[in-house]
């Protein structure tokens, strides 16, 4: 039970890599509160997480900071602490470059990166004071994507926002540094959810995902959690500021079979 007893919020954890982490957190000994904004899968994902341990659900928009105040409040308020952060609250939307509209360019931005910037800053302050009052540093992990380093020409908002997801990564790693918070980013490759599911789908983009993909087929959520629970572990005492990428050795070997 390698999180045993630590608290966790998980954004986007009702549904998809978030209902993963959450699960796995909870089988690793941990207490959840997942946020989200789909009130009836929010719940069935408490109830289903109640069946192996301790989960409350919250009703939280990632870009909406009094949302985000809530959601630390009742993190608080059900558990007594907060220890780790899972930013994955995640969305697509918008088209190619030269008809990609304003309102989508916003919306995106303002969830996957505008989003987790807020919890990201709401819960850092909650542990520096922890840490300043003698107490355990903490840790935060964002859910970037492959895309935030391959251009790809009909996700632009999505491509833009993970490039971000990164930067913030890197530069709360090294202003938390000094506290002892860890923060660390997982760039998932194709992994079979409903963010994927239109892909999935349809034939001709199934096989041009795989064609790209070393391992030759697509990641499940549960894979993406194995990695969360790595970092959120002592395990990765040591490990900070990175972004690991489980893609199928997409990125890393650069592998274009057809
Ligand atoms: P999903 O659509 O299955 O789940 C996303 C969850 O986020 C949903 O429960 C949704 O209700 C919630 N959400 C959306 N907007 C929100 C908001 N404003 N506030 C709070 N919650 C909100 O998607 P997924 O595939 O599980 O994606 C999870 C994360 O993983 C995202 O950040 C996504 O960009 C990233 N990712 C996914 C893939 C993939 O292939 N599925 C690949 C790379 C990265």
Sequence with gaps: MSLQNKVAIITGGASGIGFAIARRFVSDGAKVVIADIDDGRGEEAEKELKDIGEAVYVTCDVAEKLDVRNLVASALDAFGDVDILVNNAGIVAGADLLELDEADFDRVLAVNLKGAFLCLQ?????LVDRVKAGGEPGTIINISSINAVLAIADQVPYSI???GVNQLTRVSALALAPYGI???AIGPGSISTDMLATVL??????????????????GEPREIAAVAAFLASDGASYVTG???????????????AK
Excluded at 243 to 256: H, M, S
């Design 201 to 218: 789908e349809d034939e001709q983009a199934r096989d041009k995902v795989l064609s790209r993909t070393p391992l030759g087929r697509v």
């Design 242 to 256: 990175q972004t690991i990428y489980a893609d199928g050795g997409r990125l890393p070997l650069n592998y274009f």
């Design 122 to 126: 709401a819960v850092a302050r909650h």
């Design 182 to 184: 860890r923060v660390n």
């Design 161 to 163: 926002s993970k490039g």
